[in-house]
């Protein structure tokens, strides 16, 4: 026979919660902690969207030793739970409902009260930043091997603009590469084995590829002229990159004169139209 008095001793807490719960189940772990030898039992119970969910969970505490901690962010659904554990005897705690109202008052502002936002959010951001690294490890043809994951691999000059655009990308959500095309050094064989509809060629025109690699030039305190930023060499360098991005098969956007925004919308409609995917990551 069970001990009456082990079962008196023996509690639970419920974590109800229209997300998933975790900050809450931490938070009460984190004090749990100043009730050392507490016998107490911590239970997540995620996605409280209804007063049907709500009468399911009172349903199952209401004959045991337990305390009903919330997280909601609907006021009416918050009401609820606290209106039915008055009606059968159990306590509950709102740790939502004070803090938004205060912050309600100080923005003279009305909550969305949308479920799991900052789960959506948290996780748009991780997308993002893992776009945002994916590019940086990717710039000017390092690590080439990974190439196949990219969404998009761009191909250029020296100074056609890869690095700016692909960074630009990134921060939309998009996993860019891009890989420099040097006359006469032999780009990375792996990409005769990706899906060319990926790979967009960069084409420019000499007058903004001349200006490009003379302010490179300055920056770097060159003062006299080399050849790579004669107009003569310029133009034949072009040529040759020209050629060779038809030869294989290379989807040519022209990016002399624009902005960057404007070539990242050219190659995001070209990508999503190809591949099916959603043209906007972040807005």
């Known amino acids: 026979m069970p001990d009456k008095n082990k079962q008196k001793d ?27 030898n507490n016998n107490i039992i911590v239970v997540k119970v995620p996605h ?48 939502m409902g004070p803090v938004i109202s205060k912050i309600e008052v ?15 959010i948290h996780q748009v951001n991780l997308t993002q930043v893992s776009a945002i690294e994916f590019a940086l490890a990717q710039d000017d043809g390092v690590n080439p091997d990974n190439l ?3 969404e998009v ?5 020296s100074r056609a603009g890869k690095t700016p655009l692909s960074m630009y990308m990134s921060v939309l959500g998009w996993k860019v590469a ?5 006359p006469g050094i032999p780009m990375p064989k792996i990409l005769d084995k990706i899906d060319k509809r990926r790979i967009i060629a960069l084409d420019i025109n000499p007058v903004q590829l001349l200006s490009h690699r003379k302010m490179r030039q300055e920056s770097l305190g060159v003062s006299e ?27 040519m956007i022209e990016v002399s004169n624009k902005p960057i925004e404007t070539s990242s919308e050219e190659i995001i409609e070209i990508i999503t139209r190809r591949f099916r995917v959603q043209a906007h990551k972040f807005a």
């Not at 807490?13 to 984190?30: F, P, R």
């Open 153 to 157: 691999i761009l191909v250029g000059l």
């Open 10 to 36: 023996f509690h639970m807490i419920y974590i109800a919660s229209c997300g998933e719960g975790i900050n809450a189940y931490m938070l009460v772990q984190s004090i749990l902690v100043q009730f050392p």
């Open 48 to 95: 409280i969207r209804t007063e049907d969910h709500v009468d399911e969970l009172i349903e199952k505490v209401i004959d045991t030793e337990s305390l009903i901690v919330h997280t909601i962010v609907n006021s009416g659904l918050r009401q609820y739970i606290t209106r039915k554990g008055i009606d059968v005897g159990i306590v509950t705690v709102d740790l």
């Open 225 to 251: 002229v080399m050849p790579y930023a004669l107009q003569k060499d310029i133009e034949e360098e072009i040529q040759i990159a020209r050629k060779y991005f038809i030869s294989r098969g290379y989807s």
């Open 178 to 182: 891009n890989v420099p095309f040097v």
């Open 148 to 150: 196949p994951n990219a």
């Open 106 to 120: 100080f923005l003279n502002k009305k909550p969305l009260e949308q479920p799991g936002l900052y789960r959506k």
